[in-house]
């Protein structure tokens, strides 16, 4: 039976510093629900949003049989099933099991592995770190150690682009050209260089680390960011990304296709739908997107027609949101339905078309909050739209801002003051 438990933000306030670790870590898992309004939640990790067709078809089967019908990617590359009843464990974890997503009940929560998503199908990246995936997701479930990570603690494996490696990960690994890979731990400017063949030993070694280190100090963290005097500093400047932003572009890839979701959510028809374009693999990306290697451009349309984005430059190019009204009581709006009305209301117009433009050349990201816990918001630098119960609070640069002042507007109000920020903060 999954069990139930409260709804634990990463943080206890706007710009706090740290996590409150009076709390234990209840980041929902695949056997663990996470109770919302609108029922049990489980998360199903993807170390480096990998599917195979039969996984994919399972979660698209999983969520109507046990849940709403949808299926939410998260921040992460991992899928989320939503509206699932408190009895519902053991049939869910059997489907999981059935098809490979569920290979360690006691590890299934610490398999956070996000990976460079266009890895392999262009010339931008240094590697193909797919092998890397394989091999860390294995290690860390044979691991009795690893066990003892937060399920909050994340593994960035970064092929040279920049893209993953600006995730705010604990320990991330960026692939070289022509050079040892180098090992960035937490929020580092520098990194380890790493011996060709180690790079994953080398991940592994530096999480048993930080346990240990915090087992020595008696000190609690979730994260290697809240304790970064306790491991060594790296020697190495981390390299330039090579690529002028980090989501794939949606649309033809030299190496198969890519499509955003609003707000993450797909139904199980579209999810189908999304399979049938496959050419057998899918990878869901940390930006709430799939790409499909080695998929003809032919399908492109059918994708299109399914409701997914396949043409860049709209207002919807990294916007994200919580969950909102009704599937969360702590939010004080309907948050995905006033974004969307935002920006579908705005991509006709200047403002919010704007916006969109603005995103795929270098604007902020958008993410609109229900409560101060801003969940699911991105990492880095973002505009927040934060609901007040009379309105929204649109910020730059997220809830500390360092950019501008906090503007309160009205719903009718939002989209020109969203695509003002997105358009004037770069």
Known sequence: MLAAMPPTPDATAPGAAVPDWGRADACPGALRLHTADD???????????????????????????????????????????????????????????????LPSDTHERVRNIVASPLAGLDTFGNADVQAWVRELDARLCASDWAAGLSGKFLFALDDGRGDVAALDADVT?????????????????HGHPVEAGQEVTAALDAARAFLDALRGSGRKAWHLREVPDLLPAGTVPLPTACVPSAAPPVGTLPGGLSVGMRFGRASAAQWRALVAASAGELRLTPWRGAVLPGAPADRLPALAAAGFRTEPGSA????????????????????????????????????????????????????????????????????????????????????????????DVRNEEMAEAVAEARRTTK
């Open 316 to 407: 919807w190019e990294r916007a994200t949101a919580c969950t909102g009204l009704p599937g969360c009581a702590k939010s004080l709006a309907d948050v995905r339905a006033d974004a969307a009305r935002a920006l579908d209301t705005g991509a006709g117009s200047g403002a919010v078309s704007s916006a969109g433009a603005g995103a795929v050349t270098g604007g902020l990201p958008v993410h609109w909050s229900g409560c101060e816990r801003r969940c699911g918001h991105p990492a880095g630098r973002w505009v927040d739209v934060l609901a007040t119960g009379h309105g929204y609070r649109v910020t730059v640069n997220g809830p500390t801002t360092t950019a501008g002042a906090p503007v």
């Open 173 to 189: 690994l960026i692939a070289a050209r022509g050079g040892p890979a180098l090992l960035r731990l937490g929020r580092a400017e």
């Open 39 to 101: 029922g049990g939640l489980a998360r199903v990790r993807l170390p480096g949003g990998l599917l195979t067709v039969r996984q994919a078809i399972a979660l698209a089967e999983a969520s109507q049989v046990l849940g709403d019908g949808e299926l939410e990617t998260t921040s992460r590359g991992n899928v989320q099933l939503r509206g699932l009843a408190p009895d519902c464990g053991a049939e869910l974890g059997e489907r999981l099991r059935a098809v490979g997503l």
